[in-house]
């Protein structure tokens, strides 16, 4: 059995909506793709353990994927790459080395944009803090969601890799929205 929010295996259950329900839990960035400088708020600085201001002006990507699991570094900095080549968007779980030797697990989701030539220019996303959370309805669908985003990475189909994109974000904007306290049925009639 893993030990809750330190395993491999993934973030504990339930933490997407508790997450998001949390006012500090969720961080934003933007990505300078060519200078390869990413500015975050505060909270992303404490998720990573840097100095807000230093953050707050733009730190090296360098820095900040060396504070990536090792074992999650690989497919983090594929998907992201991924995601500027083709000018998409991306959703990846993976886990932090917080300070102090505590691992965190975060949800990056973010989209690349391309100039008027084609080339990757910035990114912009949000980071949500997973550790710790309860559990709640909609995080089944989320964790789903997330298995079907590594099977199609697997499959290489850009279409496919979209729509499941697609309905993490869909997933992310309900239970962001507090779509996760309401029930299917009662959704359409209130």
């Known amino acids: ?10 973030p504990p259950p339930g933490a997407l909506a508790a997450a998001c329900a949390a006012p500090d839990a969720v961080a934003t960035w933007q ?9 975050g708020d505060a909270r992303m600085a404490a998720l990573y353990g840097v100095d807000p201001a230093h953050l707050r002006g733009g730190a090296p990507v360098p ?12 497919t983090v900095v594929t998907r992201i ?23 965190r697990w975060v949800l990056s989701c973010g989209r690349c944009a391309h100039d008027a030539a084609g080339r990757p220019t910035e990114g912009r996303g949000v980071l949500i803090d997973l550790t710790g959370a309860e559990t709640h309805p909609l995080e089944r669908a989320a964790e789903h969601g997330l298995a079907v985003r590594r099977a199609v990475d697997d499959w290489h189909d850009p279409f496919l890799r979209r729509l499941a994109d697609m309905l993490l ?17 009662n959704r359409w009639t209130n």
């Not at 820095?63 to 690989?74: A, N, S």
């Not at 974000?169 to 049925?185: C, K, T």
């Open 31 to 39: 990505w300078d793709i060519g200078a390869d400088i990413l500015c």
């Open 81 to 103: 790459r991924r995601a500027a080549e083709e000018g998409g968007s991306y959703v990846v779980p993976y886990r932090l080395l917080a300070p102090g030797g505590q691992i």
């Open 169 to 185: 974000m869909e997933i992310g904007r309900h239970l962001a929205a507090g779509g996760a306290e309401q029930s299917p049925e």
């Open 1 to 10: 059995m893993r030990e809750r929010g330190t395993g491999r295996d993934g």
């Open 63 to 74: 820095l900040l994927l060396d504070r990536i699991h090792p074992d999650d570094r690989g």
